[in-house]
């Protein structure tokens, strides 16, 4: 990517899985992350430029709880980001009360920063984008395009992380009321570690069950990034394993502008 559409990137919760795949294939673009960390000990492990014209990773060890709004407000203000990507996530540790803090409660005190900051008057300001979870809805409504096997695979999922599951929709449910900034959010299925295929399915209604590599999530992701500024606002896109080619499946996406959230 040439320099001049390079963007600054800050990625909240830098050091997940998801996270590093996605900060690579956005050094391998040439974009700057400025990845914040919880932990010092973790710089090490965030993503190193590789070859001459790679971006860079600027590193940003700060604990998103604690983080207040105004104290994002002193880091975007520094950073001046194009994009905010908030891929943070508890992980299953510290049990219901921190899945809250983080997953729920840690996003919307970014969503309340991005307001404050006045991120939608700000015209070099793309997007915000927010990393949920492919079923993230109201279980008590029924989805017109599920199968019988969907909802079976959604029954087991909350069964089996409904906390986490909670957090995530109530996040969703804040953001989707908010108009003062752009902003989108990615629903992947269930995470595999396997390496990324390029291939993949998003938004079409199909089987929610189907897994997806975490380094295809990541590269989905920039893709969104890089997406001009205007394109797919306000839009909720369930991301699974399939067989189409990832960017032209983002393009897709873009054209048929249907969201996959039930509010």
């Known amino acids: 990517m040439a320099a001049s559409s390079s963007l600054k ?6 050091h997940g899985k998801v996270a590093l795949h996605f900060t690579r294939a956005a050094l391998t673009a040439g974009h700057t992350v400025v990845s914040q960390i919880r932990q ?3 710089v090490e492990d965030l993503p190193k430029p590789s070859a001459p014209g790679s971006g860079k990773v600027v590193p940003l060890v700060s604990s998103l709880e604690d983080l207040t709004p105004s104290q994002l407000i002193e880091y975007f203000n520094e950073h001046e980001p194009n994009v905010v990507v908030f891929s943070a996530g508890a992980g299953g540790k510290g049990g219901a009360e921190r899945t809250f803090a983080v997953d729920r409660d840690g996003a919307v005190r970014v969503f309340d920063a991005l307001e404050q900051w006045g991120t939608g008057k700000r015209q070099d300001f793309k997007r915000f984008l927010l990393v ?3 079923d993230s809805r109201d279980t008590s409504q029924k989805v017109d395009w599920y199968r019988p096997e969907d909802y079976e695979t959604s029954k087991k999922s909350h069964e089996a992380i409904g906390t986490y599951y909670e957090a995530k929709y109530q996040a969703d449910k804040d953001l989707a009321k908010r108009s003062s900034f752009p902003w989108f959010v990615l629903r992947p299925s269930r995470l595999l570690d396997d390496a990324g295929t390029s291939k993949v399915t998003i938004a ?3 089987a929610i069950g189907t897994p997806v590599p975490r380094e295809d999530v990541g590269k989905v992701l920039l893709a969104l990034a890089e997406l001009p500024k205007g394109e ?32």
């Open 232 to 263: 797919a606002d306000g839009q909720m896109w369930n991301l699974t394993g399939g067989d189409n080619e990832l960017h032209g499946e983002v393009q897709e996406a873009v054209k048929r502008n249907r969201t996959d959230w039930l509010g």
């Open 132 to 134: 949920s979870a492919v």
């Open 40 to 42: 010092s000990a973790h």
């Open 9 to 14: 990137i800050f990625l909240i919760g830098g």
């Open 204 to 206: 079409r209604h199909q």
